[in-house]
């Protein structure tokens, strides 16, 4: 039994002893990492320029911020390629409305700073759309946003009301890289740092760190953009998005109209009609008048066809407001109405997470059911 026992502790620290010279040699057998193709990409060679203006690269803290940037950036490259497949749909309509206001070509690499070319993207602090304007500003630079409609989500507007103010931005700052400062951290705080560190040099002002890296991230963006083959994204053409072609159909309309109306006249369904118009909110065009895009070849009988489809609907019933109280369940309410949860949600905009609290005031249109 001893002979035994001492046979199995014997075979147990061969096999240990095996295992750990055959993880030796794997870890002696391993091949060297090797990351001089991500020190290349990362070297910055030649002058460098945003908007025209010289980018100081021989400076060392400004070469040591702007390779930070790119290597922060190549760190993701799914969200690169996304930029690249996605430039064709958006950056190219941007660079357009840049040159017929005769403004840098290099500000479109502001939209992928803030957005990452997303329409629907968002901020905790309430910023949406490709350029990310809060509402107030949006607003001050003649963008809707109300229960209807969020024009920061359309392209085009939002790129009108970005150009607008940039260029206001340009004007009261001097050069376009305080200008882009200022968009990003706003007037008042670049004009305050300004008069405390005496200087107009964004590469010399000490600013909060997201502003600090703001510009060098939208320079990161030029350089990739522009020459994605040194960085190692090589892109076939049908890699590409296309864009979706549309074309514009003005609509006046004295009743509201469901967006499957629409999408049905324009012989197609409603993802595409929100997709061509990330603007409207929910699923209803209220009273009045609108301009929509729909898919190319549709527009010529979309009037026609959307009188047939709303001669079938019956007018608008009289609708009624309740008032939410201490207890109550959406559910419960559609069912005193004879109405269906998804209607009453539909008619007051209330997302599927959405919950009701005493005092609501909400839309029902009895008799819907």
Not at 265 to 277: F, G, Q, R, W
Not at 319 to 346: F, N, P, Q, W
Request: positive net charge.
């Amino acid at each position: 039994m001893r002979d035994l026992l001492q046979w199995a502790v014997a075979v147990v620290l061969a096999t240990a002893l095996m295992a750990v010279e055959a993880g030796a040699q794997a870890v002696t057998a391993a091949p060297a990492l090797d990351f001089s193709a991500l020190i290349q990409a990362a070297r910055i060679r030649g002058p460098l320029d945003f908007c025209g203006g010289p980018v100081p690269i021989e400076d060392p803290d400004v070469r040591e911020r702007m390779e930070r940037e790119i290597l922060t950036v190549l760190a993701d490259p799914h969200q690169v390629i996304l930029w690249i497949k996605r430039s064709r749909q958006y950056l190219t309509p941007i660079e357009e409305t840049l040159r017929k206001h005769r403004l840098p070509d290099d500000l479109k690499y502001v939209s992928i700073a803030e957005s990452a070319l997303r329409p629907h993207a968002g901020s905790p602090k309430g910023a949406m759309g490709f350029w990310q304007f809060i509402e107030s500003t949006g607003r001050k630079y003649g963008l809707r946003v109300d229960s209807e409609k969020d024009e920061r989500r359309n392209l085009a507007t939002s790129t009108d009301a970005a150009i607008a103010y940039l260029r206001e931005l340009r004007g009261l700052f001097g050069s376009w890289t305080l200008a882009v400062a200022a968009y990003n951290m706003g007037e008042n705080g670049l004009r305050s740092d300004i008069r405390q560190q005496n200087t107009r040099d964004y590469y010399r002002l000490y600013l909060p760190l997201e502003t600090q890296r703001y510009v060098f991230r939208i320079l990161t963006a030029k350089l990739i953009l522009k020459n994605p083959e040194a960085y190692g994204f090589r892109l076939e053409p049908e890699d590409i998005y296309p864009p979706v072609a549309s074309e514009p159909v003005a609509l006046e309309t004295d009743r509201e109209i469901s967006l499957l109306a629409v999408a049905q006249a324009a012989e197609t369904h409603v993802k595409l009609i929100k997709d061509l118009n990330p603007d409207i909110r929910g699923y209803r065009l209220m009273p009045g008048p609108h301009r929509l895009q729909v898919p190319k070849g549709s527009a010529g009988r979309f009037h026609q066809r959307l009188s047939g489809l709303m001669s079938q609907v019956p007018e608008k019933r009289e609708e009624m407001v309740y008032v939410v109280k201490e207890g109550d369940t959406l559910s419960e309410i559609a069912e005193r109405h004879r109405v269906s949860v998804a209607d009453v949600r539909a008619w007051n905009r209330l997302d599927p997470k959405q919950t009701i609290r005493p005092g609501m005031r909400l839309i029902i249109l009895p008799g819907s059911n």
